[in-house]
């Protein structure tokens, strides 16, 4: 039988923005009028369909308004009710993916005051990622060292498709932020929209659009690892959230093979690149995609090769598991131990002087 989770550090829970409405208090006046001119205010973008069973499960379905808007239902499902020590957010929403470079990086900087101030001074059981607009490197940079004085924001967060390869030396000065204030990058699941999932085009439905995303974290990791950033960013931890987990193993067992065929070709990777995964990339448990069986799950975490690399996540509010414990059956108490509380506090620098 799966087992309870107590006490433990979930590094993935969704509160959502209610509109750009609740947001203008943290805007300047400028883009105050400029949302409210346009008619943008009541605005309400998303990369679910709302009313897909996905989207919210259907007992953390609020009776009114948009799954993850209600704090006090918020606090006794994901938090009370797991008996939770520590919850990261991650707030999706437009900021990160607008055309607008300067848009985006408003709506960047209102998110983050907003849970701020609405989420994590409620709750000190709540830390955040830092929202930054993917559209402009410099911009997310400055968003970064406006925020990294404050230590209940724990890590930087990216859509999983940005507008190319993240291993591009064009981020590298975000990494170098992240890096020197000791903040993991992570990537969630989710696109800016400026390319198709797949190599072939558009899907035409949402099953495979959502399926696809697997696509786009392999080629990422890819990247990360063949353009060097591993290498010139030892420090720095890629947290992928939502890519799911199965995809890992035969990855990294391709990626090692080719390296070794091809590695004059980028002679500046001198690591294998399983070693670099293992050490630089760690995963959320949900959505976990492997057969319900403890013999498969046992078998999987040992493909893997690491019992550092998952991190326990709910993914609140939206449906990824049955029951009341996101944990599989076939992890052994020692592991629960390490994904629930040892990787997160490993992950997360700013995590250690809060939680013993």
Same mark, same amino acid.
């Given at each position: ?105 408003? &709506?960047? !900087?209102? *998110? ?6 609405? =989420?994590? $001074?409620?709750? @000190? ?58 903040l993991p990058i992570a990537l969630h699941a989710g ?49 992928? &959230?939502? !890519?799911? *987990? ?6 990294? =067992?391709? $990626?090692?093979? @080719? ?98």
């Amino acid at each position: 039988m799966a087992k309870q989770v107590r006490d433990a550090i979930d590094c993935d829970v969704h509160p959502s923005v209610p509109s750009i409405k609740v947001l203008l208090p943290y805007m300047s006046d400028f883009w105050q009028e400029s949302f409210t001119a346009r008619g943008l205010d009541g605005f309400v973008p998303g990369s679910f369909p709302v009313n897909a069973p996905i989207n919210c499960r259907a007992d953390f379905r609020p009776k009114e308004g948009k799954p993850g808007t209600d704090f006090a239902l918020f606090r006794e499902q994901a938090l009370d009710a797991f008996d939770t020590r520590i919850a990261i957010c991650n707030t999706l929403y437009g900021g990160a993916v607008a055309v607008s470079e300067t848009m985006g990086a408003a &709506l960047c !900087s209102a *998110v983050n005051d907003w849970i701020a101030q609405e =989420w994590l $001074a409620r709750d @000190t059981r709540l830390r955040a990622s830092i929202v930054v607009p993917a559209q402009s490197p410099y911009l997310a940079v400055e968003e970064i060292e406006r925020l990294a004085g404050d230590d209940r924001f724990v890590q930087i967060l990216l859509p999983a498709g940005l507008e190319m390869m993240l291993g591009r030396r064009y981020y590298w000065p975000l990494f170098e932020a992240a890096q020197r204030h000791k903040l993991p990058i992570a990537l969630h699941a989710g696109t800016m929209y400026r390319h198709a999932p797949t190599s072939n085009g558009w899907p035409s439905h949402y099953l495979q659009d959502y399926v696809s995303n697997t696509q786009a974290f392999e080629s990422q990791l890819l990247s990360l690892v063949h353009e060097g950033v591993l290498g010139k960013f030892p420090d720095l931890t890629f947290v992928f &959230l939502e !890519s799911g *987990v199965t995809w890992l193993p035969g990855l990294i =067992w391709r $990626a090692v093979k @080719t390296w070794r065929g091809v590695r004059p070709e980028i002679p500046w990777v001198k690591e294998s690149p399983a070693v670099q995964i293992r050490r630089q990339l760690r995963l959320s448990m949900q959505p976990f995609d492997a057969p319900p069986d403890a013999a498969t799950v046992e078998r999987l975490i040992d493909q893997i090769g690491s019992d550092e690399m998952l991190l326990f996540a709910t993914d609140y509010p939206h449906w990824q598991y049955e029951g009341d414990t996101p944990i599989p059956d076939g992890m052994s108490d020692s592991l629960i131990r390490r994904i629930t509380h040892d990787n997160p506090l490993a992950t997360y620098s700013r995590l250690k002087e809060t939680v013993s």
